[in-house]
């Protein structure tokens, strides 16, 4: 088992910035893959960016590239996604997920927090 807990969520005017952090736990070792996901209010949840639990491979999608950053923290067991240039639009729960396998889809799920974005 994995656990996941994600943090730093928050109200901000455009243009701002927020960092938020998922800190993983249990069986860490296990991890392959870890990804961030959101969802606004009436939408399906939408990918935003995962990267390699070792490092290295990262994605990010078109509506974020440019602005957000993904990252890790081994040491820490933790992964970030720096979010700049935030725009209303933005505004979402967001979710971190970890996958222990290299197919795609994610084994654990974090509980998510809420990022707003004001204009």
């Known amino acids: 088992q994995v656990q996941l807990v994600e943090s730093g969520g928050g109200l901000v005017q455009a243009g701002g910035s927020l960092r938020l952090s998922c800190a993983a736990s249990?069986?860490?070792?296990?991890?392959?893959?870890m990804g961030w996901f959101r969802q606004a209010p009436g939408k399906e949840r939408e990918p935003v960016s995962r990267i390699r639990w070792s490092g290295g491979s990262t994605y990010y999608a078109d509506s974020v590239k440019g602005r957000f950053s993904v990252s890790r923290d081994n040491a820490k067991n933790t992964v970030y996604l720096q979010m700049n240039s935030l725009k209303p639009e933005d505004t979402a729960v967001y979710y971190c997920?970890?996958?222990?396998?290299?197919?795609?889809?994610?084994?654990?799920w974090g509980q998510g927090t809420q990022v707003t974005v004001s204009t």
């Open positions: 249990g069986r860490t070792f296990s991890i392959y893959r």
């Open positions: 997920a970890a996958s222990i396998k290299l197919g795609p889809g994610y084994d654990y």
